[in-house]
């Protein structure tokens, strides 16, 4: 879409950099201009207005200036900051993940007022949610719908027969789930549980308060995150940075509460 000069949007700040002696360089994500890179001068000084309104993970009004190479911001206002995902480490290791996907998904200038809500909406549920796991997986499901990646979970990949109520194979490489005969001799596929697949169609076609309500054993709900994080790491050819945080918290059990550094 034409951008005016000066224009006026909603943003979800998913990460920043610095620039120069006190400025720095925002990742916004915006519901009608996509992702974009803005220029925020000034706002590493104590006294800067715009600083608090443009932390990571903050949803923000912002006003900004067309620039040659970067707009700027010359005004921001939180809408949400999110102040208890930073009290804690392991919803907000889960929050900057959800940010860092979207990110890494989305190319820059491609406007999707769809994910732009998806990502509100899991920010807003890992405030809440009981299992923050459960809100990730929800999320890597509907983010990979969205951007046109979503994996094939009714028919054999290889044959397309539909696929009957037996164990199977989940396969990064061709795109989703093979029959047993099918999967049992193909390179890189894993053994995919009946349970497991139920779980992955459900947060393919389902709404988060179905998905919520399943309750999974940790060896289930592992599974299911396994499967779905091999085939993002395949989508994405690389694996999503704050995974490995979430995987050190898990091992070493940390709780403290912990801000988002800049």
């Known amino acids: 879409m034409t951008t005016p000069r000066i224009y006026k949007t909603e943003a979800i700040v998913l990460r920043q ?3 120069g002696e006190a400025g720095k360089i925002v990742t916004l994500y915006t519901p009608n201009y996509g992702k974009l890179d803005a220029v925020a001068k000034g706002v590493r000084r104590p006294k800067s207005r715009l600083g608090g309104h443009l932390e990571v993970l903050t949803h923000t009004t912002v006003m900004l200036a067309q620039g040659r190479n970067l707009d ?14 930073r ?3 392991h919803r907000l290791s889960r929050a900057l993940y959800a940010a860092e996907l979207v990110d890494r998904f989305s190319p820059e200038g491609a406007e999707s007022y769809h994910v732009f809500q998806l990502l509100l909406a899991t920010l807003r549920r890992l405030v809440a949610a009981s299992n923050v796991d459960t809100v990730l997986r ?27 109520a037996v164990p199977s194979y989940f396969s990064p ?12 001799d ?6 995919l549980s009946l349970n497991a697949l139920k779980v992955m169609r459900l947060l393919q076609g389902g709404s988060f308060a179905e998905v919520s309500r399943v309750r999974m054993r940790a ?7 396994m499967h779905l994080r091999a085939y993002l790491i395949h989508v994405l050819e690389r694996d999503v940075r704050s995974a490995a945080f979430i995987d050190r918290l898990r091992r070493e059990d940390l709780w403290e509460p912990a801000r988002v550094s800049s």
Request: proline fraction near 6%; charge should be negative; include cysteine.
């Open 17 to 19: 950099r610095k620039l």
């Open 138 to 164: 929800h999320l890597e499901m509907q983010l990979l719908g969205l951007s046109g990646f979503q994996p094939q979970l009714a028919r054999c990949v290889n044959c397309e027969r539909a696929l009957a």
């Open 72 to 85: 700027t911001v010359t005004q921001a206002q939180t809408v949400e900051s999110f102040a208890p995902l």
């Open 87 to 89: 009290a804690d480490l």
């Open 173 to 184: 490489a061709v795109g989703g789930v093979l029959c047993p005969s099918c999967g049992l």
């Open 186 to 191: 193909a390179g890189g596929a894993r053994p």
């Open 219 to 225: 060896a289930l709900a592992q599974e299911v995150e």
